[in-house]
């Protein structure tokens, strides 16, 4: 039987660490639906937090589809997702990396004024208050590593793959994001 990529796809990763643009990458290297922690769960306009109550509803139901990939997955509702996932990828980059990420842009979203999370807007303001996104990276950092390693050491979870750098998961996504180990299947030419 050959192989194919994973269909239901959790990204993990430290905040800022780019699991919103891998998992598109992702999504569009194998065609699957994407979704975002964020956009479709998390944020409703003005910064409101959606309910919870919503927040479950809405996890469940991407959790249910045959195809789906999701850039990342709140503590408050990962369980739901994760007895569905069939492949993690964990983007475990360096501090400096995944700072340096999220601070160059969070600069360009407040100078562009782009939109983000369902119309909400970054602001020098919001940066510098203390439930900032960089404030929120400090506060999480340690936290989402451990999630993972928990994950790791439970046989009943799904598989962990992970990258130390960016330029080995885009090669992964390249190639066509096949399973670890998995012959690839034969080219037509």
Same mark, same amino acid.
């Given at each position: 039987? #050959?192989?194919?990529?994973?269909?239901?796809?959790?990204?993990?990763?430290?905040?800022?660490?780019?699991? #919103?643009?891998?998992?598109?990458?992702?999504?569009?290297?194998?065609?699957?639906?994407?979704?975002?922690?964020?956009?479709?769960?998390?944020?409703?306009?003005?910064?409101?937090?959606?309910?919870?109550?919503?927040?479950?509803?809405? *996890?469940?139901?991407?959790?249910?589809? $045959?195809?789906?990939?999701?850039?990342?997955?709140?503590?408050?509702?990962?369980?739901?997702?994760?007895?569905? #996932?069939?492949?993690?990828?964990?983007?475990?980059?360096?501090?400096? +990396? =995944?700072?340096?990420?999220?601070?160059?842009?969070?600069?360009?979203?407040?100078? =562009?004024?782009?939109?983000?999370?369902?119309?909400?807007?970054?602001?020098?303001?919001?940066? +510098?208050?203390? $439930?900032?996104?960089?404030?929120?990276?400090?506060?999480?950092?340690?936290?989402?590593?451990?999630?993972?390693? #928990?994950?790791? *050491?439970?046989? =009943?979870?799904?598989?962990? +793959?992970?990258?130390?750098?960016?330029?080995?998961?885009?090669?992964?996504?390249?190639?066509?994001?096949?399973?670890?180990?998995?012959?690839?299947?034969?080219?037509?030419?």
């Amino acid at each position: 039987m #050959t192989p194919r990529p994973a269909q239901r796809v959790l990204f993990h990763g430290v905040t800022g660490s780019g699991k #919103t643009s891998a998992a598109h990458a992702y999504a569009l290297a194998v065609d699957v639906p994407e979704f975002s922690a964020d956009d479709d769960l998390g944020w409703l306009p003005g910064w409101k937090g959606r309910p919870i109550e919503d927040q479950y509803r809405i *996890a469940t139901t991407i959790a249910t589809q $045959d195809q789906w990939v999701l850039d990342s997955a709140y503590s408050s509702w990962r369980e739901i997702v994760l007895a569905r #996932t069939e492949l993690i990828v964990f983007l475990d980059y360096p501090r400096w +990396l =995944s700072l340096g990420r999220l601070v160059r842009r969070t600069i360009r979203r407040i100078i =562009s004024k782009h939109p983000v999370c369902n119309g909400n807007t970054e602001t020098l303001r919001r940066v +510098l208050a203390k $439930d900032s996104i960089i404030a929120w990276h400090f506060k999480t950092f340690t936290r989402k590593r451990d999630a993972i390693k #928990t994950i790791r *050491a439970d046989p =009943s979870m799904p598989p962990v +793959l992970s990258f130390q750098r960016p330029r080995d998961l885009d090669a992964w996504i390249a190639s066509g994001a096949y399973p670890p180990h998995a012959d690839r299947p034969a080219h037509n030419q």
